[in-house]
């Protein structure tokens, strides 16, 4: 079946804009996590969403970052009035559930590359 | 707090040539350990976990990893290795959380393999 899907790809920005990212997870999943990749670092956890709540938010740098989910489908990751050090690969992931203790894989999708210009 | 660490940043081996990557991880407790590995454009793969039991966990793609407590490690090992192995793999804690669980990354490890 058809695996995690984000878009855009790529997006250029220049400084002060906001952008919006968007995370397609497989169906079926109900947890979804989203993780920034800076350049030559691991993964960083951002924020977790079980069904369309967001229990999990302690990894959203500042305020200007903000996730929403809808439909227990689709996620948007919002950032507004970029900042140059936004600039980083920014991973969705989904897993079946969020039980506790779960051992569930998560399923990444391909990312998309954020460059502030 | 908790850390993952993977020592090299690049390694070039031949191909046909063995491969170990290193990982180390500071986690209070017994861990949740994986191995991701993410090529150009693409997502990251998970190519083995451990969760428990058998501390060698056989993965994809010829994979394997030792889970070593005492040295706190989970190093990625391959006997053979070829040129589409090259790629950045990522050693993970899987944090037990009330959630699932929360997966801190190490900085990854770039392969290349010369023929």
């Known amino acids: 079946g058809a695996g995690v899907s984000q878009s855009p790809s790529n997006k250029v920005t220049e400084k002060g804009k906001d952008v919006e990212l968007r995370c397609d997870p497989i169906?079926?999943?109900?947890?979804l996590y989203w993780y920034r990749q800076r350049l030559g670092q691991g993964l960083e956890f951002l924020i977790y969403f079980q069904g369309n709540s967001a229990p999990d938010k302690s990894g959203l740098p500042s305020d200007r970052f903000s996730a929403e989910r809808t439909g227990e489908s689709v996620s948007t990751l919002t950032i507004q009035r970029t900042q140059q050090e936004d600039s980083a690969v920014y991973l969705c992931a989904s897993t079946l559930a969020g039980q506790t203790y779960s051992t569930d894989t998560q399923y990444f999708g391909p990312g998309t590359r954020l460059t502030v210009l | 707090a908790q850390s993952v660490t993977q020592p090299d940043i690049h390694i070039t081996v031949s191909e046909g040539a063995s491969l170990e990557l290193r990982c180390n991880y500071s986690y209070g407790a017994t861990p949740y350990l994986f191995w991701y590995v993410q090529s150009p454009g693409q997502g990251l793969q998970l190519l083995l976990k451990y969760f428990s039991g058998d501390t060698l966990v056989q993965g994809i793609k010829g994979f394997e990893a030792e889970f070593k407590r005492s040295q706190s490690s989970f190093n990625l090992r391959k006997p053979s290795v070829h040129w589409s192995d090259a790629a950045e793999y990522f050693c993970?804690?899987?944090?037990?959380?009330?959630?699932?669980?929360?997966?801190?990354f190490g900085a990854g490890t770039i392969l290349r393999v010369k023929s």
């Open positions: 993970a804690v899987g944090l037990r959380w009330e959630y699932g669980n929360k997966l801190v």
């Open positions: 169906s079926g999943h109900t947890a």
